[in-house]
């Protein structure tokens, strides 16, 4: 199929420095979401070494199944990210919109399975400040912990969500042929964007539910 | 207007340091923004617009050579300089920060916007701390609720009072007489009104006035009501029936914990031992103690400390 | 190359005077415009509310406001100078409008970003002055935990709210001048030829696009905690309080590089042009800021000296942040070596930047004494350090920033202003911030404690000296408004260059095309060729 070309925005000479600034723009971007991440990882680390038997008590009562599903749906849609991208690189539109529809499928699977693990911690008393309730001396420490991880699975879902509405519409600008080998750009900055998404989850996953669980 | 003040009186041991630190900076600064605004002006005027000045600039490469050196120069003496005050400042800083061996506790509990000492023979004050003069006091400290800070600028002494853990900060005053003493970490509506005097006095006149203060007890004696009052010694006691530690001759020894470290039993310890007692769990022991959080309170966690040290030198009963 | 009929083409002001095209453009100059516009607004509140401050620290006792009014003015005071003036001012207003100018672009790398940058500011404002005008908030700017998540019943979601979302346009700002450094520089224009206010641009946006982030999340973990009651910051479950301040002065120190850094760009371009004189060691200028920008991430801990934090910690931060000072004494020392052999003159530009030079040298060897460990300890959180950070600040990046505004006021505008009532305007406010500020300093060492609306009766005479300066240097700053503004319909007309300087900014028209260029310039020169001659014709 023949590939559209993008118009150059006035302040760019030509289409190589337009395709450089944009792909140095998204990798500052993507520095910024490690910084921003790492406060949360940092909070959780300190929070746990503070009070380490505390939070392996915690990470027992997370569902492990529901987490290792959803990492295995976010770790396939990064590669079927991927590929798309691949598609657009070679002109496929059709594959490239097939690939970008797999990849919010899988993103929407992910979320789905995110709120049933939330009902399950709500209907178990494990949400703080809202229906809280733990036998014990460390309650408070095991608030603690659930308080992290609602709020870092929550932000990081927060950033899946808008991954898939991106990637739902430049979903739809391909399948009206706005992409091709001459200018897939936003197909490659939104993959990059899914990709640390994806990386983000890959540290998100271990610290919250493998760490101390046995 | 009241007389004026320039500079704070110097009433302890460290002060002298710390005010030598102070004038070498201050000695150091003046040169340095003299000999630039010396500079400035010199230059503004020799080199003004139209002025008949020399401004044959040499060129060539040993002219470059001893531009690079006058940088180099530059960049190297000021850094001497400070890693020198560096050095000297940070010795400072760990003669304040060392509480040495002689010192006497005194407790101090901040709550918004007051402070409240306690004395180990139980003396009571608010708003005023009687110390003897050449007496090295450490303060044991504490906050209700928010962070509060202790200073005062007269012993040139000063340490944030954390709610959740004991902070402390030592000093041995060296002259009678009545300190300023501010809190400086902002906490709320009254923060500054949350002002005292510490009352240096002769040691006669001090032990005189420990005397006369009202005291149902010194801490240590009400610390061991406490610990019968709040059940500490139905686990704690020669009669319990369950397997907890014993705790005389604990006070200040190092404790094995179930995940293999060794931690020091010191006021710390045993705050978080009641009040978060999941957290370190002494080795060959069940984590079944309860936590007392919400039913202690800062000054009785206190009294009970004093209490364990009072004990500290007692040889461990027999372990069950 | 000759100097471009105002008369033959629109410049970016005449080009379309409907108020929408001013809300929806995407031309870096007149978004900088918008953001002056704005600052200066906030600008005056958080002046209004230090007004208020200095009246009532005129008594030992708060009789002008109650105390809990005092803790407020105090807090939206800080909140309102740092990040919705002082963090924002030099980048958006003088970078935006001069960056792509300097380099030889047409705009940024990204104008819409540049938009929406101002539009998160603007809202990011509304929300903090519905905080004020609610009842406002008393936490102090630093909002220390537990007091501002458990214990303040103020309106700290509304204003932690509005920092928020400041904080993204500071992100994106930074985000668009480094790619547009980057990737958008005019032909032969190598990276050791820029402009060093093009150098502080980029090192001010590293430090903006890696700290700023930090400081976001942060505000989400105190909102939550605020408004749940439960959170990592408090100890009553185990949370830490020191937590806070260590990620809070993660970026809140970067974040006064954020403020100086610029100021030190301005300083360079100013001293440069009024003697007439290369920047002495101008590679030592460019990395001295690069590393100002980089040691400023690992010092954090000097404001935590007292705070509980272990003696460990505070003997490595006190030796990185002695080494963090060596570069901006390397800068202080060259810029006075510009001097040398120069042809000086005293415009008001260069009578703000000399100032800009005294004032930080005092502001920065001040922080010396707080960087050191024993010292510091006297110090910490009484008017001493609020001298120290009002001498750089205001001193040092307030003075570089009216600075810049004279020197490139010409040409955004396109009209003169008398130089006579500015250069008074600069020497009113030099007397009336150190009769403001230096009293503070012996006030400090006497112990008057930071946040203090009632204070011993001895301290009264420092506090009324203090106050009376405040009252000289407010006349210092409200009198460029009129002459400014006055100069927009009654100044001469500016030509090209008016000032006979350097810089690509200077070989266009006053004020530029919308397109700034009308041929893309190709630069063969070393930067600040003053004295080697050199095209200065405009």
Not at chain 2, 138 to 154: C, E, K, N, R, Y
Not at chain 2, 232 to 243: F, K
Request: charged residues 10%; aromatic residues 14%; contains cysteine.
């Amino acid at each position: 199929m023949a590939s559209t070309i993008a118009p150059i925005a006035p302040q760019f000479d030509d289409a190589v420095q337009q395709r450089d600034a944009s792909n140095l723009g998204i990798w500052i971007f993507l520095a910024t979401e490690i910084l921003f991440f790492g406060v949360l990882f940092a909070a959780y680390a300190i929070t746990r070494t503070q009070h380490t038997a505390a939070f392996a008590a915690g990470s027992r009562l997370t569902d492990l199944s529901l987490a290792t599903v959803n990492t295995a749906l976010l770790l396939t849609s990064s590669l079927t990210m991927a590929l798309g991208v691949y598609a657009a690189q070679s002109g496929a539109r059709r594959a490239l919109v097939r690939w970008l529809s797999l990849t919010v499928i899988l993103g929407v699977a992910f979320l789905v399975i995110k709120g049933f693990e939330y009902h399950a911690d709500y209907v178990e008393h494990l949400v703080p400040a809202v229906d809280f309730s733990y036998p014990g001396a460390q309650a408070g420490e095991v608030e603690l912990f659930f308080y992290l991880y609602f709020v870092i699975t929550a932000i990081h879902g927060l950033h899946v969500f808008i991954g898939v509405v991106v990637i739902s519409v430049i979903a739809v600008m391909a399948s009206r042929n706005a992409f091709g080998p001459a200018y897939f750009t936003p197909v490659d900055l939104t993959g990059l964007y899914w990709h640390l998404v994806d990386i983000i989850w890959l540290f998100v996953y271990p610290m919250l539910y493998l760490v101390s669980r046995s | 207007m009241d007389h004026v003040e320039f500079f704070p009186a110097a009433a302890s041991t460290v002060a002298g340091t710390i005010d030598d630190i102070y004038f070498v900076w201050l000695a150091l600064s003046a040169a340095i923004t003299i000999a630039i605004a010396a500079l400035v002006v010199i230059f503004a005027i020799k080199y003004r617009h139209g002025s008949k000045a020399d401004r044959n600039v040499a060129s060539g490469e040993h002219y470059e050579h001893t531009l690079h050196r006058i940088e180099i120069t530059w960049t190297l003496v000021p850094l001497i300089i400070f890693l020198a005050m560096f050095l000297w400042s940070a010795n400072a800083y760990y003669q304040s920060a060392a509480v040495p061996n002689d010192a006497v506790p005194v407790y101090v509990v901040g709550k918004q916007w007051m402070w409240h000492i306690e004395h180990q023979g139980g003396q009571r004050e608010i708003g005023e701390l009687h110390i003897p003069v050449g007496r090295t006091i450490a303060l044991v400290m504490t906050s209700q609720d928010v962070i509060h800070s202790f200073s005062v600028p007269g012993f040139r002494v000063k340490q944030d009072v954390l709610p959740g853990r004991y902070t402390t900060l030592w000093f041995k005053a060296t002259r009678t007489g009545d300190f300023r003493w501010f809190c400086t970490q902002y906490c709320g509506a009254a923060h500054s009104r949350m002002i005292g005097r510490v009352l240096v006095m002769e040691p006669d006149d001090f032990e005189r006035w420990l005397a006369l203060s009202d005291t149902a007890g010194s801490m240590a004696a009400k610390g061991a009501a406490r610990f019968r009052q709040f059940g500490c010694s139905g686990c704690h006691g020669p009669s319990a029936n369950v397997h907890a530690p014993r705790l005389e001759g604990l006070f200040g020894k190092p404790v094995q914990l179930q995940d293999g470290r060794t931690v020091l039993a010191d006021e710390r310890f045993i705050r978080d031992s009641v009040f978060l007692p999941n957290k370190e769990v002494p080795a060959n022991y069940e984590p079944i103690m309860p936590s007392f959080r919400g039913q202690i309170d800062e000054e009785q966690m206190l009294e009970i400390i004093e209490y364990l040290k009072s004990i500290e030198n007692v040889p461990q009963g027999g372990q069950r | 190359m000759s100097s471009i009929s105002v008369a033959q083409h629109d410049n970016y002001l005449t080009a379309d005077f409907r108020l929408w095209s001013w809300l929806i453009t995407l031309d870096h100059k007149r978004i900088a415009v918008l953001y002056t516009v704005s600052i200066t607004l906030l600008f005056f509140i958080g002046g209004a509310a230090a007004a208020m401050i200095r009246l009532d620290l005129l008594t030992p006792y708060s009789e002008l406001v109650s105390i809990e009014t005092y803790n407020k003015l105090f807090t939206m005071h800080g909140v309102i100078m740092v990040w919705f003036f002082l963090i924002p001012s030099i980048p958006t207003t003088l970078g935006n409008f001069l960056l792509p100018l300097m380099i030889g672009a047409r705009d940024l790398a990204f104008p819409r970003l540049n938009l929406l940058s101002w539009y998160l500011y603007v809202i990011g404002a509304l929300f903090a002055i519905e905080s004020l005008i609610a009842g406002g908030v008393d936490t102090g700017w630093t909002f220390y935990t537990p007091f501002s998540t458990m214990f303040s019943n103020t309106h700290v979601f509304a204003a932690v709210t509005g920092v928020f979302i400041a904080g993204f346009s500071s992100i994106l700002t930074g985000l668009n001048f480094i790619v547009t450094i980057h990737e958008m520089r005019a032909p032969g224009l190598t990276w050791f030829r820029l402009p060093l206010f093009i150098w502080a641009m980029y090192a001010t946006s590293l430090i903006l696009v890696l700290a700023t982030p930090v400081l976001a999340m942060t505000l989400v973990l105190i909102a939550v905690e605020h408004f749940f009651h439960i959170g990592v910051f408090d100890p009553a479950l185990g949370g830490d309080p020191l937590l806070f301040q260590h990620l809070f002065w993660f970026y809140s120190h970067p974040a006064v590089y954020i403020m100086i850094v610029p100021a030190m760009g301005v300083a360079s371009e100013i001293i440069g042009c009024f003697a007439r004189n290369r920047i002495f060691g101008y590679r030592f200028m460019a990395y001295a800021m690069l590393a100002i920008a980089g040691f400023g991430f690992v010092v954090w801990g000097h404001h935590m000296f007292v705070s509980g934090q272990s003696a460990y910690a505070g003997t490595v931060f006190s030796l990185l942040t002695f080494l963090v000072s060596v570069p901006s004494a390397i800068k202080v020392f060259n810029w006075t070596a510009t001097l040398y052999k120069g042809h000086i003159s005293f415009e008001a530009p260069m009578l703000y930047a000399l100032g800009f030079l005294g004032l930080f040298t005092i502001g920065g060897l001040t922080g010396l004494f707080l960087a050191s460990l024993g010292l510091d300890i006297q110090l910490h959180d009484t008017y001493f350090v609020v001298a120290h950070f009002h001498y750089i600040m205001v001193g040092g990046a307030v003075m570089a920033f009216f600075g810049g505004i004279h020197f490139w006021w010409p040409k955004a505008t396109g009209r003169m202003y008398s130089d006579a009532w500015a250069r008074l305007a600069a020497i009113i406010t030099f007397v009336g911030f150190n009769l403001t500020f230096f009293p503070q300093f012996i006030v400090g060492y006497l112990g008057m404690p930071r946040r203090y609306p009632e204070y011993p009766p001895e301290f009264q005479i420092w506090n009324v000296l203090s106050s009376a300066g405040a009252v000289i240097l407010a006349l210092g700053y409200a009198l460029p408004l009129f002459y400014l503004f006055w100069s927009l319909r009654n100044g001469p007309a500016a030509p090209s260059n008016p000032w006979k300087a350097k810089g690509l900014e200077w070989q266009t028209s006053s004020p530029p095309l919308p397109e700034n260029f009308l041929r893309t310039p190709v630069v063969a020169e070393e930067p600040y060729s003053y004295s080697t001659g050199g095209s200065t014709d405009g």
